[in-house]
């Protein structure tokens, strides 16, 4: 059974940091790709980051390039999230999404990833 489990989300002020962990388990992680993706009241869900658990290559939004870093340590199954100078635009939801695609667990399809995390709330304030 397919599970990926998010945790790290919380309140934050502007300018500060937090990490994401999706812990991941069902899979044979070398034939998959982790996303995060977010949604934010009234807006579209967005794709911002994923990465390959084969190798460890990553790609990145324009709207997050340079401030988060994602990762993964296939030892214990999780992949991380490291969102640096938070802004209000930042405040979401975030769920961290599974499948053998590229492309859909990148955002760029119109279909969605076929796993998905239950989500953590990112809110960024003052």
């Known amino acids: 059974q397919v599970q990926l489990v998010e945790s790290g989300g919380g309140l934050v002020q502007p300018g500060g940091s937090l990490r994401l962990s999706c812990a991941v388990s069902g899979f044979t992680l070398d034939d998959y790709f982790i996303g995060w993706f977010r949604q934010a009241p009234g807006k579209e869900r967005e794709g911002i980051s994923c990465?390959?658990?084969?190798?460890?290559?990553?790609y990145y939004a324009e709207s997050v390039k340079g401030r988060f870093s994602i990762s993964r340590d296939n030892a214990k199954s999780t992949v991380f999230l490291q969102m640096n100078t938070l802004t209000p635009e930042d405040t979401a939801i975030y769920y961290c999404?599974?499948?053998?695609?590229?492309?859909?667990?990148?955002?760029?399809?119109?279909?969605?990833?076929?796993?998905w995390g239950q989500g953590t709330q990112v809110t960024v304030s003052s």
């Open positions: 999404a599974a499948d053998t695609h590229l492309s859909i667990v990148a955002g760029s399809s119109p279909v969605g990833p076929a796993y």
């Open positions: 990465i390959s658990l084969r190798d460890g290559s990553a």
